[in-house]
């Protein structure tokens, strides 16, 4: 299967815009930036972490900021950001803050470590987003690849309840395609956004990180989803 989400996505622009280091800054660019980024170097299956592909990352970025504008010099929010891939693009495309939040340390240390690479400033913090304590609308904007719910099953709703409490603006946010109706469903009756869009169909290539993997990569279909709180 061609891997492709240029073909499964919708038009994106892909005008240039100002990053935060004052330069123009093409999807290519970004991608191959995001695609250098050290990723988990012993994956925990019980977290369901999984890198989140350049590719996916930066048209999930390129259509926050080009067709909202919800990017740059915004406060930006990752949540379960693993090795911080979203975090980076944030902060690439001129993000005015930029927070990244996870459960787990050596995650949250291998992040550290990307962003000081690109000297980029970003906050990292240690935390069980599902317990957070946040009220209002703190955040204008939540990026994020939550868990799919199929080690716990739920998990990826866990993630959302919390993202519409906290944003202002928008959640963009990745779900397994298999999954709409659910979702569209609970965020909009259940959590009582104003909104829930399917941005675009993406490929999520999972490769051959856990030991019962029996392939070396799989494609799995995914929906970049915008939620308004």
């Not at 038009?11 to 970004?30: D, F, G, H, V, Y």
């Not at 599902?130 to 799919?148: A, C, H, K, Q």
């Not at 965020?187 to 019962?212: G, H, N, T």
Request: with cysteine; charged share 25%; aromatic share 10%.
């Amino acid at each position: 299967m061609e891997s492709s989400s240029f073909i499964l996505c919708t038009a994106i622009s892909t005008c240039l815009i100002w990053s935060k280091w004052n330069w123009k800054m093409k999807l290519k660019q970004l991608e191959g930036y995001l695609g250098n980024l050290e990723q988990f170097p012993n994956a925990k299956v019980e977290l369901e972490q999984y890198p989140t592909g350049p590719h996916i990352a930066t048209r999930m970025f390129y259509m926050a900021e080009n067709s909202f504008g919800h990017i740059g010099g915004n406060f930006v929010a990752d949540f379960g950001c693993g090795c911080g891939t979203l975090s980076v693009a944030a902060a690439l495309l001129g993000a005015e803050y930029v927070m990244g939040i996870d459960i787990d340390s050596q995650s949250l240390e291998i992040a550290s470590l990307n962003a000081e690479d690109l000297d980029l400033d970003i906050n990292l913090i240690q935390r069980d987003i599902r317990n957070s304590t946040w009220r209002g609308s703190v955040v204008d904007t939540i990026t994020m690849n939550p868990p799919f719910g199929t080690r716990k099953k739920g998990a990826d709703m866990d993630f959302l309840f919390m993202a519409l409490k906290v944003a202002s603006q928008s959640v963009y946010s990745l779900h397994k395609t298999t999954t709409r109706e659910h979702v569209k469903r609970t965020a909009l009756r259940d959590f009582e956004a104003r909104s829930a869009e399917v941005l675009c169909e993406l490929w999520f290539d999972v490769p051959q990180l856990y030991k019962f993997h029996k392939k070396k990569e799989v494609d799995i279909a995914v929906d970049l989803w915008r939620f308004v709180p």
